[in-house]
Every structure is written in structure tokens, then in C-alpha cells.
């Protein structure tokens, strides 16, 4: 982990350059001894129940699932998560990033609870099946290319750093969720042991550090009786994946607009993550492979999620922050790994067990990871081509809005249609508008200013 202030000058950022290069294992390197293969493949597992967390958290508890709605919720989640990202690991962008449920359509999901009820949430899922297809159609028409012409370093650096900082909240929010007791401080010295680690650590040792803040948190916080064993005892000891488990009737053409619109900003960030994350291991990802990617995200990611009745998922910004703190970017290990996701989806109480993390040793590691990705998106967003007065300050005004807006009050969006709220209320997807519209648009530069 790599906790700490960043400083916005060319020496550091070459640093950091250098750094994000020198990788423990290369995104096409085999394990180099058994114990390598079973560390890494553990951590990737250990990881990827973040993902499941973060699907129970957010939509699972809002939908207020429980007994056997919640054993096939969670159940749908985990093969979700672990279908994904098999898939895009093997043949889609062909990188070790782990995808999991996506804040913006789950944030989504989350506001139609509460503008129609239960019900009327229910529909976001086959809506958000058909923004799939959607996706898939846009795709075959070109979208990436499109999104090509207007991305720019301003934009990756604005939307990475906003990740991190809307992952510090939620990270701050788990930390002190029980207030500032032992739990906190425990997780506390976890974070700083697993800091040291990532610093100090020679060989595999500064590898594990998010390794070393879940698994000894688990046990600590088993041993001192704080532990959700309820999430564990009440699913069913084997789950099959329910089809359509809301219905087939059409949902309404408003839903299933906010839901288009949604996971359009969705395939952005997906667009940002996956070269934020190549540009970080030094990989050349192709036209025809971020294609092949998109294609998945729609068909896979956005379609399948949503007839099974679970958020779509996305491949994470937070993997920027994964593979600087363990330097290990292997395919192998996480196509072992998800793998291993998608028959845990086949045994109930292995999902209740994901979901079950104490919530402080999962703030505990987000800040770790929070820390690291707001120090990469400030090293993108130097990295454009003119990073003067007018980059600076656009750049700033995007964050400063975006996060402004995220943090309002749930009672300020009242009156205000449901398809802003989506958006504007949406840090990640709020902050990609903002800095094309003052870019591409307001403080466009002129020809002459760009010769």
C-alpha cells in the first residue's frame, strides 16, 4: 500500500513510470514454483470477494433480500463475478483484472428503490438486459471508435482519480462503522502492517498486502465474537442460479432509457479502466481486443448479469491499485481464481461468508487501494499532452462537481428527474461529462494555442 500525499512534478511522475514497471510477474508469465501459484491464486480469491461485498452491500441490502431471495442473490453474484471475469481475462481484454458489480448502474438500481418502490426496482434488471443488447449493437456499429476520438489523459486521470476518492468515502465509512473501538484500531494496524509490507517487504512478502489485512482480519474478528455467522448458517448448502427471477413483464420505457444511458457510462469507465490498466503493466491493447472486450461487457457483463437478476459488473478501477501494491499481473493466477468463483456460486454459505466480511477490514483495505489510484490518476492526468493553468483548472472544477454533487443529500434530488439523478448523482460517470464538456466543448483549445 502506498499511503500518502502526491506531488504534481515531472521527477515523481518518472518515478512512478519506473516503478509500474518493474513487475514481480508479467501479464503472460507462468507460476514459477507451486507455492507462487497458490499464494497469488489465494489473493486474486481473496480479492474478488471485495466484488461480492460490494453486490450485498449496495443493491442486495437495499433490496432488502432475505432466506432463500438472498441464498440466489448471492449466488447469481458470485457466478457473476467469476464468469466475467474468466471471460474477459481469457478471451476478452486478456488482462488480470478482476470484475465485479458496477457502481453506476448499481447506484442506478439503488435511486429506482426509491423513486418506485421494490417492484419497480425489480425492472431495472431485464432493463438493464436490454441496455445489454443495446451495448452489443453500439459496439458492432463502431462505439469504440467513437469513444477513441473524444477519450483523452485529462479524462482517464479525472475518472481514475475520482475513483479513488469516492473509494476513500466508502473505505473511511466501513473503517469506522463501528465507531472508533477496537475494530477500528485493529483495522487500523492491519492497514500499517500491510503498508510496511509493501514498502519494506523483499520477495513475496511485499506482495501480500491485501492478503494480510482480510485473512488476519477475518480470524480476529471470529475469535472475538464479531463476526455475521448468520450470513453463513441461513443460505442453502447447494444453489442453482434462477432465470428471470423477476418476471419477463416489459419494464417501463423511462427504466429502461435510465438504464441505456447508465451503462453507456458504464462502458467509459470501461473504456478508462482498461487503459489505465494497460498503460500502468506497459501492454499493448489492441483495437480488435478492446473490441472483443466490449463485446463480453455487453453480451456478458450487462445482459447476463441482468437476467439473472444481478447488478452488471465491470472490470474494476481498483485494479490499478491491486497490481501497484502487488506487483503481480498473471493471467494465470486469476483465470485459476475465477474459476474457483464460478463453482463457490454452486455452494450457498461460501457466498454468505464473502458477504460477511467485517466491515471495518474491508475499509481497511479500500483506503489502501484508494490511496494508490488517486495517486495514478494525478500521474495520468500530468501525462496529457499540455498539462498548463487551463488543464488544471477544468480538470479540478470536473472533480470538484462531480464529488460536490455525490455528496448532496439524498433530499436535494427530490424534484429533480429521475435520469439526472442517475448521473449527476454519480460520482465516476458525473466527472467523465464535466471534463468532456469543458474540454471537447467550453475551453476547447483553438488551433493555434494547440501549434
Not at 22 to 46: A, M
Request: proline share 4%; net charge positive.
Amino acid at each position: 500500500m502506498c499511503f500518502g500525499f502526491w506531488s504534481a512534478n515531472i521527477p515523481v511522475m518518472v518515478a512512478q513510470k519506473k516503478e509500474t514497471t518493474e513487475l514481480v510477474y508479467g501479464i503472460n508469465d507462468r507460476p514459477q514454483s507451486g507455492r507462487d501459484w497458490i499464494i497469488y491464486t489465494l489473493q486474486y480469491t481473496v480479492t474478488m470477494i471485495y466484488a461480492v461485498v460490494w453486490g450485498y452491500a449496495i443493491v442486495g441490502m437495499e433490496m432488502g433480500f432475505e432466506a432463500a431471495a438472498l441464498s440466489g442473490y448471492m449466488a447469481c453474484i458470485v457466478l457473476t463475478i467469476g464468469l466475467s471475469t474468466l471471460l474477459q481475462a481469457w478471451l476478452g481484454h486478456r488482462m488480470a483484472m478482476v470484475s465485479g458489480p458496477n457502481i453506476i448502474p448499481s447506484l442506478a438500481i439503488v435511486a429506482a428503490v426509491t423513486a418506485g418502490g421494490k417492484e419497480y426496482a425489480q425492472q431495472a434488471f431485464l432493463a438493464q438486459a436490454i441496455s445489454g443488447i443495446v451495448l452489443v449493437g453500439l459496439v458492432l456499429c463502431g462505439f469504440v471508435t467513437f469513444i477513441k476520438k473524444i477519450w483523452s489523459p485529462l479524462i482517464l486521470g479525472s475518472m481514475v482519480m475520482v475513483v479513488g476518492l469516492s473509494i476513500s468515502k466508502q473505505g473511511l465509512t466501513l473503517l469506522t462503522a463501528s465507531g472508533f473501538g477496537w475494530q477500528f484500531f485493529t483495522a487500523v494496524i492491519l492497514a500499517v502492517i500491510a503498508m510496511f509490507a509493501a514498502i519494506r517487504g523483499k520477495g513475496i512478502w511485499g506482495t501480500l498486502s491485501a492478503l494480510m489485512v482480510i485473512l488476519p482480519g477475518y480470524i480476529i474478528f471470529m475469535l472475538m465474537g464479531d463476526f455475521q455467522w448468520k450470513l453463513v448458517q441461513e443460505p442453502d448448502l447447494f444453489v442453482l442460479p434462477e432465470v428471470l427471477p423477476y418476471g419477463l413483464s416489459v419494464p417501463p420505457l423511462d427504466l429502461i432509457v435510465i438504464m441505456v444511458v447508465v451503462n453507456l457510462m458504464a462502458a467509459l469507465n470501461l473504456f478508462g479502466n482498461l487503459r489505465g490498466y494497460a498503460d500502468i503493466i506497459k501492454y499493448k491493447l489492441a483495437s480488435k481486443t478492446m473490441k472483443r472486450s466490449f463485446l463480453y461487457f455487453g453480451a456478458v457483463e450487462t445482459c447476463l448479469a441482468g437476467v439473472l437478476g444481478v447488478p452488471a459488473t465491470v472490470a474494476y478501477g481498483e485494479n490499478l491499485g491491486i497490481v501497484m501494491m502487488t506487483r503481480v499481473a498473471a493471467r494465470s493466477f486469476i483465470l485459476t481464481a475465477s474459476v474457483l468463483f464460478v463453482v463457490f456460486a454452486l455452494i450457498g454459505p461460501i457466498g454468505g461468508f464473502m458477504a460477511a466480511m467485517p466491515e471495518p477490514v474491508a475499509g481497511a483495505v479500500l483506503l489502501g487501494i484508494a490511496s494508490t489510484v488517486i495517486g495514478i490518476g494525478a500521474g495520468m492526468m500530468a501525462t496529457a499532452p499540455q498539462f498548463g493553468r487551463r488543464e488544471q483548472s477544468l480538470a479540478g472544477l470536473s472533480i470538484f462537481l462531480s464529488l460536490g454533487l455525490f455528496l448532496l443529500p439524498e433530499a436535494s434530488w427530490e424534484a429533480v428527474p429521475r435520469i439526472v439523478t442517475t448521473i449527476f448523482s454519480n460520482p465516476v460517470a458525473s466527472v467523465i461529462l464535466f471534463v468532456m464538456l469543458f474540454e471537447q466543448l467550453l475551453f476547447r483549445r483553438k488551433p493555434s494555442e494547440n501549434a
